[in-house]
């Protein structure tokens, strides 16, 4: 069964700095492509960034530069980090992480991915 637990949210003034964490179980890293995706309220939910089993990474155009996904290693292998910087008031929003066979022609749309997690609150205040 897959799991995905997403943890590090949390309420932090505008240009500063937070890590979210995903930990999965139930999954082979090296055969899916992990994301994050961001819900506001009143607006759909829309991509963030992606990894690839080969590490590669796709992010969307308003947080390029800014945000960062990674994997971990070693003890750590199985999570999943997007750390994020310099950040926004528009950056607010419930951060899911997601799971799924996608491949670069959909990574932005949410159906490409079949298993996500709870979601972690980030609030940016100004």
């Known amino acids: 069964q897959v799991q995905l637990v997403e943890s590090g949210g949390g309420s932090v003034q505008a240009g500063t700095s937070l890590r979210l964490s995903c930990a999965t179980s139930g999954i082979t890293f090296n055969n899916y492509a992990l994301a994050w995706f961001r819900q506001a309220p009143g607006k759909e939910r829309e991509f963030v960034a992606t990894i690839f089993r080969n590490s590669h990474t796709y992010y969307a155009d308003d947080v390029k530069g800014r945000f960062t996904v990674s994997r971990g290693n070693g003890n750590n292998r199985n999570t999943m980090y997007l750390e994020m910087d310099t950040l926004k008031p528009d950056d607010a929003a419930v951060y899911y992480c997601?799971?799924?066979?996608?491949?670069?022609?959909?990574?932005?749309?949410?159906?490409?991915?079949?298993?996500w997690g709870q979601g972690t609150q980030v609030t940016v205040s100004s």
């Open positions: 997601a799971a799924g066979r996608a491949i670069l022609s959909n990574i932005r749309n949410p159906d490409a991915y079949y298993s």
